[in-house]
């Protein structure tokens, strides 16, 4: 009877644990799903550090460029805009650029974007949707940073963050939204791998309407002559530039979206070869062209060739020979030569050289891509390019526009001339210096 008890105790707690069991089995029935779930998380996890860490390339080189007296302003908006953006991404602009339909204009999905459960992993995704959110954030993110270097030195940190509520809400999500979104760019056959229009030119088209309404610098252009304002640290500018130049491996690297197969490790260590060599076709580039124009190397058209190189090649890092790849960065790093002396002579004050690097070098990028995808419609290209040209900058300009007539957007004349660490910030970047 005791034998017949435990027996019964035994089929009770077997056929108890029975649920709990056929879910394992589930769970390992397709062990490959499973193992490429995880390598996909983690190449979202891994990439969006990377471009993260971009946050703080972008600070460098901004304050490596700025004066002296506004270092510290740089290093404020910079941290600001990236919690921002994240806070924007997460309430609204997630659910507009994907909103769930496709070859659509504009739409919303449910929001504020729920995250999954605490142990819960929906595997037929492909990846976790959390790691899948924070990859898209930080490049949200990477798109207001490309405005900030542009209008430094003379625009307010409150106007400036208000800017950056709407450009991360709305502005940028809709653009998005058009290709990766599966909206109506899509459709048609726009192809863009990594953000040289969708990222780059979106944060280019928003730099250059507040540039053309904010106004340069004072001292700037006087006279028909064009004042140097050197910036107060080259070395800070360079580190910067690696930053951004090491962030860009996961910026386009893990925009291959998978890492779960041979072939996709394959195509993201191409991914990685290929940025890096476009690149160093810039910077090669602008060091020879700056020598023989100018008869004299300039480091920053350096340093900007390297950031046109990797915005020439985001567009489409996976097809291109290394040859195609240094070609690509090459006149990326060519454009930023001989546009930054352009802008000048326009009057537009771009303090960083951000309209020559991410719109201008973006839009090359973007309309190249069939050249070595011969899937993609050069049509195509031109009409995302210049769709999103149209929608960023008129939205942009009326935004610009609405804060240069109610808040104000420059300081005083005054306020400016002193700098804005201590007219804004109140904490100067370098106090001793000063005082010296």
């Known amino acids: 009877m005791r034998k017949f008890l435990t027996i019964s105790a035994g089929l009770a707690v077997m056929a108890a644990a029975a649920p709990a069991l056929a879910q394992e089995a589930a769970e390992v029935a397709d062990p490959s799903a499973n193992t490429a779930y995880i390598f996909n998380t983690l190449l979202f996890l891994?990439?969006?550090?990377?471009?993260?860490?971009?946050?703080?390339?972008?600070?460098?080189?901004?304050?490596?460029?700025?004066?002296?007296?506004?270092?510290?302003?740089?290093?404020?908006?910079?941290?600001?805009?990236?919690?921002?953006?994240?806070?924007?991404?997460?309430?609204?602009?997630?659910?507009?650029?994907?909103?769930?339909?496709?070859?659509?204009?504009?739409?919303?999905?449910?929001?504020?974007?729920?995250?999954?459960?605490?142990?819960?992993?929906?595997?037929?995704?492909?990846?976790?949707?959390?790691?899948?959110?924070?990859?898209?954030?930080?490049?949200?993110?990477?798109?207001?940073?490309?405005?900030?270097?542009?209008?430094?030195?003379?625009?307010?940190?409150?106007?400036?963050?208000?800017?950056?509520?709407?450009?991360?809400?709305?502005?940028?999500?809709?653009?998005?939204?058009?290709?990766?979104?599966?909206?109506?760019?899509?459709?048609?056959?726009f192809s863009d791998f990594a953000?040289?229009?969708?990222?780059?030119?979106?944060?280019?088209?928003?730099?250059?309407?507040?540039?053309?309404?904010?106004?340069?610098?004072?001292?700037?252009?006087?006279?028909?002559?064009?004042?140097?304002?050197?910036?107060?640290?080259?070395?800070?500018?360079?580190?910067?530039?690696f930053i951004l130049w090491l962030g860009w491996f996961g910026f386009n690297g893990a925009s291959q979206l998978a890492m779960g197969t041979i072939g996709d490790v394959s195509d993201v260590s191409k991914i990685f070869v290929n940025t890096n060599m476009a690149a160093a076709g810039g910077v090669v580039v602008a060091i020879v062209l700056t020598q023989l124009i100018y008869k004299k190397i300039d480091v920053t058209m350096a340093l900007n060739g390297a950031l046109a190189g990797l915005v020439s090649i985001t567009a489409e890092p996976l097809t291109p020979s290394v040859p195609y790849a240094l070609l690509i960065g090459g006149i990326g790093g060519a454009i930023v030569v001989f546009a930054v002396p352009m802008l000048d002579k326009l009057k537009i004050d771009d303090v960083v050289g951000a309209i020559p690097v991410h719109l201008l070098a973006g839009i090359w990028g973007t309309l190249i891509v069939p050249l070595t995808n011969t899937e993609v419609p050069f049509t195509a290209q031109l009409t995302g390019v210049v769709a999103t040209g149209v929608f960023v900058l008129v939205t942009s300009s009326i935004v610009w526009f609405a804060l240069k007539f109610t808040l104000g957007v420059r300081p005083t004349e005054e306020q400016e001339m002193l700098g804005m660490d201590i007219s804004e910030v109140g904490v100067e970047a370098y106090p001793e210096f000063a005082k010296g």
Request: hydrophobic share 50%.
């Open 46 to 189: 891994l990439g969006g550090f990377l471009v993260m860490w971009m946050a703080a390339g972008f600070a460098m080189l901004e304050a490596g460029l700025v004066r002296s007296k506004n270092v510290s302003m740089q290093c404020l908006k910079n941290i600001g805009l990236y919690s921002i953006a994240g806070i924007m991404f997460w309430v609204i602009g997630y659910s507009i650029a994907y909103p769930g339909f496709e070859g659509g204009f504009i739409g919303i999905a449910d929001f504020p974007y729920s995250m999954q459960g605490v142990g819960e992993a929906d595997v037929d995704t492909g990846y976790s949707v959390a790691s899948d959110w924070f990859f898209q954030m930080v490049f949200c993110a990477t798109t207001a940073s490309i405005v900030s270097g542009t209008v430094a030195e003379r625009v307010k940190v409150i106007p400036f963050f208000i800017f950056v509520f709407v450009l991360t809400g709305f502005i940028y999500p809709v653009i998005v939204s058009w290709e990766w979104g599966a909206g109506w760019l899509d459709a048609m056959g």
């Open 195 to 241: 953000g040289s229009t969708l990222v780059h030119s979106t944060g280019g088209w928003a730099a250059l309407a507040g540039a053309l309404i904010i106004g340069p610098r004072l001292g700037r252009y006087v006279d028909g002559k064009i004042t140097v304002m050197p910036g107060s640290s080259i070395p800070l500018a360079t580190l910067g530039t």
